[in-house]
């Protein structure tokens, strides 16, 4: 089969690509080999020959939307009609989008049927894109939880990686730390996009991919425990956002359950620490 990722060069797609190679001829486009994604004709002519496109591209975080809207907008919003124009002019089999938990708002036990809510920048984007979706093509949404894990390309601004970092510096600091927040690590982030590309009878479906709902004063606690000799700095809330998801459907339609927990990203970012 026949795979483009587009922003494989980021958090996930360095991860995701060498796993799906096993099986599959997959192709990266990515701003860092100057592919952009508001470059319509260069992102036709990469998705000329593709059995599937698998969607990572976004500006990413909240803090990154919040500090460049107008680009957040170009990216995550503006090239959108572009990406799908050029799927459906080379009649590409399935297109994955990569949507994410933040464009449900704040949600307990969210399911895929529920409204989409975002209270971000970045969560609009999310939500516009998932709306610009149609039938004319073959789509999958998979609406991520906060990822964790080790990779080349390390994020540490999600929160698990971010609170093993501060721990191996002796103090993670917990902003308020009854919101409750979702958590899935990068290896069943990568199985569930293997399972995507075979799944059969599944176009047209969100599915959430999340493995632990936890309060962020639980995962400093975790943090700390498994790292050893950190201190937890209480301070006030800065970010009341508290939301879970359900990945019951996943389990139920394709089959998947994650293998990966939030304490093996934290072993495996601190095996990595220093790499």
């Not at 073959?138 to 721990?167: E, F, H, Q, W």
């Not at 800065?238 to 359900?246: A, E, G, K, L, Q």
């Not at 139920?252 to 359950?257: D, H, Y």
């Amino acid at each position: 089969m026949k795979v483009l990722v587009v922003g494989g060069c980021g958090y996930i797609g360095s991860r995701l690509i060498p796993y799906l190679s096993q099986w599959h001829s997959v192709t990266n486009y990515d701003l860092m080999h100057g592919e952009d994604v508001r470059n319509t004709p260069l992102f036709r002519k990469f998705c000329a020959d593709k059995d599937v496109v698998i969607y990572l591209a976004s500006l990413s975080n909240n803090d990154m939307c919040n500090r460049s809207p107008e680009l957040a907008m170009s990216i995550n919003q503006y090239a959108f009609a572009g990406v799908l124009q050029a799927v459906k002019e080379c009649s590409v089999g399935r297109f994955i989008y990569a949507s994410s938990v933040a464009a449900y708002g704040d949600r307990d036990n969210a399911e895929e049927t529920c409204e989409l809510k975002p209270t971000t920048k970045y969560g609009e984007g999310k939500a516009f894109c998932e709306r610009s979706l149609t039938a004319e093509i073959p789509y999958i949404v998979t609406r991520c939880a906060s990822v964790c894990g080790y990779s080349p390309r390390m994020r540490y601004d999600l929160m698990v990686n971010k609170m093993t970092r501060d721990a191996m510096k002796g103090v993670i600091t917990v902003n308020g730390g009854a919101q409750v927040r979702s958590h899935i690590h990068i290896n069943d982030v990568c199985r569930l996009y293997r399972y995507l590309l075979d799944a059969k009878g599944v176009e047209y479906e969100a599915f959430n991919v999340v493995s632990e709902n936890m309060k962020v004063m639980d995962t400093a606690i975790r943090v700390a425990r498994t790292v050893g000799d950190a201190h937890i700095d209480m301070k006030p809330s800065t970010d009341n956002r508290s939301y879970s998801v359900s990945g019951e459907k996943a389990q139920k339609l394709l089959g998947f359950k994650p293998l990966y927990t939030v304490s093996d990203a934290i072993v495996e970012n601190y095996l990595n620490f220093y790499q």
